[in-house]
């Protein structure tokens, strides 16, 4: 059932509840402005049952806009606003068959082909929330910076987290590495906003352009954690932003799970870096016997919009995520691919995130993606974008050398494309399909 959100904040009327660059809101303060606002929607001609996909940024004015939609009756389904106006045609084609229970319909990354829309009910969003209020100790106390677009399921799930849990949300746009560290000082804030940014939720490149900035200074001592998420945090990264003494947290998360599936809080990354955690409460995981990721919960969406068959989950009553892992014996999940990145040379099954991170461990590479290009002979070739450090020119002989130290033969990769600008999506997630492309075209 579509809920008002603003009814089950946790908030006390005179609490903050959002800022933006130059206002804020209580929360008895936003609900008259979100009821100002729904009262226009109905004016426009808005209703209860519409669906709408509409473009949302992270700003203080679309979130009063989310939830004015929601006390309409509306479901919305956010929009990146970096998207072109066909795809925009593209999702609003597909919204058929959105089910009565969706409070909004967010779409998956499609990384790997045409994006698949996901019904996200309240008592997904619900039980999101509790599970990371449990997992990282969070409380009414805590500043979130919304630095994701409610558009990604990371940035919906930050804004209805922060307000269902009591906190304060801090909406001044697009993310931006130089105004959030402003903000975790305290600086940037209106009047009576009162406390710096204490939480944040990105993508490990919105880190790495944290750590560049600040030049790998600690964070204030008022700053309690960085949820890193959306795609696998690299192992340079997370060794970087420890020996820098930012506490960051690790998750593992899809749409279809309504954000965190695991989480590592700040004290385990320390002492276990790259595991992601156990699941959140509520979940359940088991590793299949291909190794692959299976989940089932309350955080589980139940339907998929505009494709056939609908369902997330399949018929043994997991969501198959299509994600690789392993299991330790404290029952911490390690991420270690995905089953579509695997590349099969000769016979033999390469793992395209065992290469990439040998290649980020050299030097001079800053950043790397590995893909599998069709080779008559051999099936597939490992082929590899490399974004050089920013060091100088890369020796591509001495790459090769280094990576013979590690890798075994088939696994080496025999195409290279160096370059700046790895393509991503508007998510920040690596855009493999353009990866693919272009390293094609340099091995060609």
């Keep these: ?187 940037g804030l209106p009047e009576g906003a009162t406390a710096p940014v204490t939480h944040i939720s990105v993508v490990p490149t919105q880190l790495l352009r944290l750590l560049d900035l600040s030049g790998d200074a600690p964070p204030p001592e008022t700053f309690g954690c960085a949820l890193v998420g959306g795609a696998r945090a690299p192992t340079k990264l997370v060794e970087r932003a420890l020996a820098a003494g930012w506490p960051i947290a690790l998750t593992y998360g899809l749409t279809e799970t309504t954000s965190q599936v695991a989480t590592a809080p700040p004290g385990l990354t320390v002492r276990k870096p790259g595991t992601v955690g156990r699941p959140l409460q509520g979940l359940d995981l088991r590793i299949g016997d291909d190794g692959e990721i299976l989940v089932r919960g309350a955080t589980v969406a139940r339907s998929y919009v505009g494709v056939r068959p609908p369902d997330v989950v399949a018929a043994d009553g997991w969501l198959h995520t299509g994600d690789l892992g392993r299991v330790d014996e404290d029952g911490d999940l390690w991420i270690t691919g995905r089953r579509s990145d695997r590349i099969v040379t000769g016979g033999v099954t390469v793992d395209a995130v065992e290469v990439e991170e040998a290649l980020r461990a050299h030097a001079g590479v800053g950043d790397a993606c590995v893909v599998g290009l069709p080779d008559e002979e051999w099936g597939e070739r490992v082929a590899a974008w490399v974004e050089p450090n920013g060091t100088g020119l890369l020796d591509l002989a001495d790459l090769s050398s280094f990576l013979r130290d590690r890798l075994s033969g088939p696994k080496l990769p025999r195409v290279y494309h160096v370059a700046n600008g790895l393509p991503r999506n508007a998510n920040g997630k690596v855009d493999r399909a353009a990866v693919r492309a272009a390293v094609a075209r340099a091995g060609s």
């Design 1 to 187: 059932m579509l809920v008002d959100l603003l009814d089950e904040a946790a908030g006390t009327p005179d609490m903050v509840a959002l800022v933006s660059a130059e206002a804020r809101w209580t929360y008895a303060e936003l609900d008259w402005v979100v009821s100002e606002r729904a009262d226009k929607l109905r004016d426009q001609g808005m209703r209860e049952g519409q669906i709408l996909p509409i473009p949302l940024d992270a700003t203080a004015d679309a979130v009063i806009q989310l939830l004015a939609l929601w006390r309409v009756g509306v479901t919305p389904a956010p929009l990146n606003s970096r998207l072109t106006q066909a795809e925009r045609d593209s999702a609003a084609q597909a919204l058929s068959g959105v089910p009565s229970e969706a409070q909004a319909v967010l779409w998956t990354s499609g990384t790997e082909g045409r994006p698949r829309g996901v019904a996200i009910s309240y008592r997904n969003i619900a039980a999101s929330a509790l599970a990371a209020e449990e997992r990282l100790e969070l409380s009414h106390e805590d500043v979130w910076l919304a630095s994701l677009s409610p558009a990604h399921i990371g940035g919906l799930a930050l804004v209805t987290r922060a307000l269902l849990l009591g906190s304060r949300l801090v909406a001044v746009g697009p993310f931006d590495a130089e105004r959030t560290l402003g903000l975790m000082e305290g600086r």
